[in-house]
Each structure stands twice: as C-alpha cells, then as structure tokens.
C-alpha cells in the first residue's frame, strides 16, 4: 500500500518559516519525482514545486519561487519543502505528490497524493 504522509505545518506569523516533511512507503521513492501542491478550500490545486527523480533538478510555482526550497533523501525515502518568508496568501493545505508522468505542472501527472497538512501564515 503506497501512503504519503506529511508533517510540519501549522501557524506561523508573516514572515516566518516551516518545512514540513513527506514520508513514502510502498514504492520505489527514488524512482519516482515527486513534489508538493496545495489547495485552498473551494479552489483548484496549485503547483508549488517539483523534484526530478534523476538529477533532483527543482522546479517552483511562480508564486513561490526565491522562497521556497524542495529537497529530497532518497536513502530515508523523504520529500522536504522549506518555506521561507511566509505571507497570509501561502495559507492552504499542502499536500504530497508522488508523478507518475513527467510533466510537473499537471495535476493528471500525479500518480499518489499524500492526506495534506494545514499551513496558515497570520497577517
């Protein structure tokens, strides 16, 4: 059974900082590029970033780049996002992707979601 599961988010003032983490299991994490959408209540899913699975290239959603980081570690089968200068529009769920194509930007590429996490930047 393949799951994603996130941690790390939660409340943090404009600003502020969070990275929240992904663990994978049931599948082949290093096989597979991964990445992080998320989701306002009501609205579409919004790219954020993406990793490649050979040469960890990243790639960000406009609205997040110069801010965010994506990392992977293979050997821990783990997916990070540091966020960084949090602003009260970053206020979504966040949620694990797991592609099973190779164009990031399409949410049809995503082959496994994680459940997603709740990050809210306060004003």
């Known amino acids: 059974q393949v799951q994603l599961v996130e941690s790390g988010g939660g409340l943090v003032q404009a600003g502020g900082s969070l990275r929240l983490t992904c663990v994978v299991s049931?599948?082949?994490?290093?096989?597979?590029?991964m990445g992080w959408w998320r989701q306002a209540a009501g609205k579409e899913r919004e790219f954020v970033a993406a990793?490649?699975?050979?040469?960890?290239?990243?790639y960000y959603g406009d609205s997040v780049k110069g801010r965010f980081t994506i990392s992977r570690d293979n050997a821990k089968n783990t997916l990070y996002l540091q966020m960084n200068n949090l602003i009260p529009d970053d206020t979504d769920v966040y949620l694990c992707?797991?592609?099973?194509?190779?164009?990031?930007?399409?949410?049809?590429?995503?082959?496994?979601w994680g459940q997603g996490i709740q990050v809210t930047g306060s004003s």
């Open positions: 992707a797991a592609y099973s194509g190779n164009y990031w930007f399409s949410v049809e590429m995503v082959g496994h």
């Open positions: 990793m490649s699975r050979m040469n960890h290239t990243p």
């Open positions: 049931g599948l082949s994490f290093n096989t597979y590029a």
